[in-house]
């Protein structure tokens, strides 16, 4: 299985559609075997379920997720896992153990025109 983290120095990334980077994590019977990350270039979230979906990621474990970038995911047959946060390696390690759930709470729903920063909404990063 290979799982995406959206990733930024160590940290699960609180926004999908602007994430730096993923870490990518193969596992083979629930043990991590290879790790590696990939850049996104700040490509925007159409742009990026096509990176994950080109890199044969399975599971993408992600902070805020807006609907838009949910339904992208569904129709690349990725699970998608939002609502994480804290240390990366650790939400993988939650994820292989069977602890970590998709959090409906992790679900960006402000998407605005323009600019939009979702540290300025609580639900989209459940600390």
């Known amino acids: 299985m290979k799982i995406a983290v959206a990733y930024e120095n160590g940290m699960v990334f609180q926004h999908f559609g602007k994430c730096p980077s993923f870490l990518i994590v193969v596992s083979e019977a629930a043990k991590v075997?290879?790790?590696?990350?990939?850049?996104?270039?700040?490509?925007?979230?159409?742009?990026?379920?096509?990176l994950l979906k080109e890199a044969d990621v399975d599971v993408l474990i992600c902070g805020g997720c807006g609907m838009g970038a949910r339904n992208a995911l569904r129709e690349a047959n990725?699970?998608?896992?939002?609502?994480?946060?804290?240390?990366?390696?650790?939400?993988?390690d939650a994820y292989?153990?069977?602890?970590?759930?998709?959090?409906?709470?992790?679900?960006?729903?402000?998407?605005?025109d323009g600019e939009h920063n979702c540290s300025a909404h609580e639900h989209c990063h459940n600390e």
């Open 33 to 50: 075997v290879e790790k590696s990350l990939l850049e996104t270039h700040g490509q925007g979230h159409g742009a990026l379920v096509t």
């Open 78 to 92: 990725i699970t998608l896992i939002s609502g994480a946060a804290g240390n990366a390696e650790m939400a993988v």
């Open 96 to 112: 292989l153990d069977g602890t970590l759930y998709d959090n409906p709470a992790g679900q960006c729903h402000h998407h605005h």
